[in-house]
């Protein structure tokens, strides 16, 4: 499996979780790679991306300042950390790879392999 998600749960709004992807079949490092969510009923939207470099994160308002975007290169390794969780934030999360770009994307078409989804649910 390209990419291995992990770290979904149950938590209470305003609480924390941290989803970790784990890669196989190529470096992170080399390529833009992204987080997307997918809440009931609604399409699958893109929460966050990083760069190659690690220079350029992108996050959509809905997200930005609660969620963090990471790699480890040593493990080869994408994290997602996500704090003040709402009951919003339900979905299923996905990670996808890779982007060959010095930046990211978060667009769906641009990525060929995707994780096969860890389920986030927030209590209210």
């Known amino acids: 499996v390209p990419l291995q998600a992990s770290g979904g749960g149950l938590v209470q709004t305003g609480g924390s979780l941290r989803l970790s992807c784990a890669a196989s079949?190529?470096?992170?490092?080399?390529?833009?790679v992204g987080w997307f969510r997918q809440a009931p009923g609604k399409e699958r939207e893109g929460v966050s991306c990083?760069?190659?470099?690690?220079?350029?994160?992108y996050y959509p308002e809905s997200v930005k300042g609660r969620f963090t975007i990471s790699r480890d290169n040593a493990t080869n390794t994408l994290y997602l950390e996500m704090n003040s969780l709402t009951p919003e934030d339900t979905g299923v999360y996905y990670c996808?790879?890779?982007?060959?770009?010095?930046?990211?994307?978060?667009?769906?078409?641009?990525?060929?392999?995707w994780g096969q989804g860890t389920l986030v649910t927030v209590s209210s």
């Open positions: 996808a790879a890779p982007y060959p770009s010095i930046s990211c994307s978060d667009r769906e078409r641009d990525y060929r392999y």
């Open positions: 990083i760069s190659p470099s690690g220079v350029k994160a």
């Open positions: 079949r190529f470096t992170l490092a080399y390529y833009g």
